[in-house]
């Protein structure tokens, strides 16, 4: 049997049970699972209790890449372990909103000066000059030349970024 039609059930079958889905990649499987009662954090952590590691977590969300080489067996194992867990009151907390960021310098001119990292908390108004900083797939929070401001610090910290090197 085709391993596509089987993790397409497996998503039915998890939205069914009152997960949320996100994303239309036919190969991965990307839970919201706030509205099941848990933090992205907390289902990969579950997940991990049973042997299943997620390719990514945060707040928000948990994403697994699947393909044909796990089987229908580790497509069943996946199912019987989240529907298995009990939904909780859903969980409100949402990113906070930020502001457009303020570009004070090139990234080049960022990057060539000297640096010091410091915790999140001592960089408010510096700007960053770090090429990167964890941040959510593909969208970074900050870019190198950019000021941190308040609602960036809200962001990092929504995503549990601790330091940032910064001039």
């Known amino acids: 049997q085709s391993f596509l039609p089987l993790l397409q059930r497996l998503k039915e079958k998890l939205q069914t049970q009152g997960y949320a889905l996100a994303g239309n990649e036919p190969m991965k499987l990307t839970i919201a699972p706030k509205g099941y009662g848990y933090t992205g954090y907390q289902l990969a952590d579950y997940l991990a209790e049973h042997n299943m590691i997620c390719e990514f977590a945060d707040p928000d969300y948990v994403v697994m890449m699947l393909t044909p ?23 409100e907390e949402k990113m906070p909103a930020m502001a457009k960021p303020e570009a004070v310098m090139s990234m080049h001119t960022a990057l060539m000066q000297k640096t010091q990292c410091l915790p999140l908390s001592q960089c408010l108004g510096k700007v960053l000059a770090a090429p990167t900083v964890s941040c959510p797939p593909a969208v970074p929070i900050l870019v190198c030349g950019e000021r941190v401001s308040e609602s960036a610090i809200a962001v990092m910290e929504y995503y549990g970024i601790e330091k940032l090197c910064v001039k």
């Open 69 to 91: 080489e796990n089987g229908e067996e580790v497509l069943l194992m996946l199912e019987q372990v989240l529907t298995a867990l009990p939904a909780k009151q859903p969980i």
